[in-house]
């Protein structure tokens, strides 16, 4: 009996968390490496590009994104797309025995949500409904369910670019984060219009030469250069402990909507294993974020210095002001 499609889906979205989660320890252990011996990249520094770890993290990472993207292909967004907080517990687990950096007891409650999520999310994923062509994507894109879908996303993408932004973007990060993930939504399953094309002409039914897979390219590309441009501006205005679990919550949430209105990736499912998903999906996001809060844990390192003088019988700070008097015993 061959493996099934959702299976194969499975183990590739589970190996692109395993790569991506590896690969930022990866490059961090070379980032670090690099800073010892040059300039930090933290404050300009390009050393790290002549240290061969980072690049090891770099390729690992473009391994997972691969892997990511021919899971798409597989399985459904419903299923694909949750697995990616996967990646985050990989890359907490790890840094804590490579990194030494510490893993409180509530990150390890979110890592549990996470995997208890995830598993509830496999076992009433549903299957996908086979496709032999970029015709049938294409049709499936252009039924009046999706096209409000499309229409609503790029009237409130408009919406948020022309009137929000402006006015709120430096003050509320759900104006960047919205346009990212509504953007973000789009793009998935463009990308997995294209992987299906890919597909299909490796298995020797020529997809290539059709306009509708270099109109799925088109959106595709399109939509991976705004959102990485308003992700950017997003992570350069707010804190990158928020705006993570955020932009997940809203990304994955946007995503399984638009995958399941344009593939339909629900349908035959009872209504018992369609509230087992969303139960799973809540686990996912609650575990995202609470392993996303316990980075602000530790106190932040002081931002000055203070030099302490010892004169006499105390101690002294800069400002001369005797802080601690030491008194020495008259007994011998």
């Not at 840094?95 to 598993?119: D, K, T």
């Amino acid at each position: 009996m061959g493996v099934s499609e959702n299976t194969t889906g499975l183990i590739l979205a589970v190996a692109s968390s395993a790569f991506i989660g590896s690969s930022f320890i990866l490059k961090k252990k070379g980032l670090k490496r690099a800073g010892a011996s040059g300039i930090r990249a933290g404050v300009g520094g390009y050393t790290y590009l002549l240290e061969p770890l980072w690049w090891v993290g770099m390729v690992t990472m473009i391994l997972g994104e691969v892997a990511n993207f021919v899971a798409y292909v597989y399985a459904p967004a419903v299923l694909v797309t949750p697995l990616g907080a996967l990646s985050i517990i990989i890359s907490a687990i790890l840094a804590h025995f490579m990194l030494n950096e510490r893993l409180p007891r509530m990150g390890v409650l979110g890592c549990v949500s996470c995997i208890v999520g995830s598993v509830i999310i496999v076992l009433h994923a549903p299957q996908e409904q086979p496709l032999n062509s970029v015709e049938e994507v294409w049709n499936l894109a252009t039924q009046p369910a999706f096209l409000i879908y499309i229409a609503a996303t790029v009237s409130t993408v408009l919406a948020l670019v022309i009137h929000f932004e402006p006015r709120f973007g430096q003050t509320n990060m759900l104006v960047y984060l919205g346009i990212c993930s509504l953007m973000g939504s789009i793009t998935v399953v463009s990308i997995k219009a294209i992987g299906i094309a890919i597909k299909l002409t490796l298995d020797g039914i020529n997809q290539i030469t059709c306009p509708q897979t270099w109109l799925f390219i088109t959106v595709a590309a399109i939509c991976v250069i705004t959102q990485l441009n308003y992700l950017n501006k997003a992570l350069d205005t707010y804190n990158a402990a928020v705006v993570s679990p955020v932009y997940y919550v809203m990304f994955t949430t946007l995503t399984i909507v638009a995958s399941a209105i344009m593939f339909k990736d629900w349908e035959g499912q009872d209504a018992s294993s369609i509230a087992s998903e969303i139960c799973g999906f809540i686990t996912v996001l609650t575990g995202t974020i609470i392993l996303h809060s316990t980075r602000d844990q530790e106190p932040p390192p002081s931002s000055g210095t203070v030099t302490w003088y010892v004169r006499g019988d105390s101690f002294k700070n800069l400002n001369g002001e005797h802080l601690l008097h030491i008194h020495e015993s008259e007994e011998r």
